[in-house]
């Protein structure tokens, strides 16, 4: 069963930054790997009808993860992730831009900081995305990120409760 566990999202404009901060009822190790391995990101990292395709993933640092966010009919928006820190199980960071489906990068991209912590077993993950534009920023915000990132939540939460 869901707990519904609240998302806390917030945006200031002058940092460019974005922080989110959602509890889940599941261990560090099963959050860890759900954002970690693209067969589980795969089924949770796009809001439906939305889905998320891989076409390679090197969970290292340097390494990148190629993905891209597919629209019910069949659109894709292709998304490039390079990891810049990995602390095993509790932390890492990568830089995130939009790019062509040849991995051409757009312009300006974002730094997402992401830590893992559990306590009494619900583990909270911290968000922080800094954008390198206040125009990405607003770009994001004018495609749906909040709504979309929600809806994520939402499906990451019903596959960890499926995970165990």
């Known amino acids: 069963m869901a707990d519904n566990l609240p998302l806390e999202l917030t945006i200031d404009k002058a940092s460019k930054t974005v922080t989110i901060t959602r509890v889940f009822n599941a261990s560090q190790d099963m959050v860890w790997d759900a954002f970690t391995r693209s067969e589980f990101l795969d089924q949770w990292n796009a809001p439906k009808p939305f889905t998320a395709r891989t076409k390679y993933m090197d969970f290292s640092v340097g390494g990148k993860r190629f993905y891209a966010m597919v629209s019910p009919d069949g659109q894709e928006r292709w998304i490039l992730q390079t990891y810049l820190v990995i602390n095993p199980k509790t932390h890492f960071k990568y830089f995130n831009v939009f790019a062509d489906a040849n991995e051409n990068p757009d312009q300006f ?55 165990q």
């Open 109 to 163: 991209g974002s730094e997402w900081d992401i830590s893992f912590s559990e306590q009494a077993g619900l583990t909270t993950v911290q968000i922080s995305i800094f954008n390198e534009s206040l125009e990405r920023l607003e770009r994001m915000l004018e495609l749906g990120f909040k709504e979309g990132y929600a809806a994520s939540m939402a499906n990451l939460e019903a596959l960890l409760e499926n995970m």
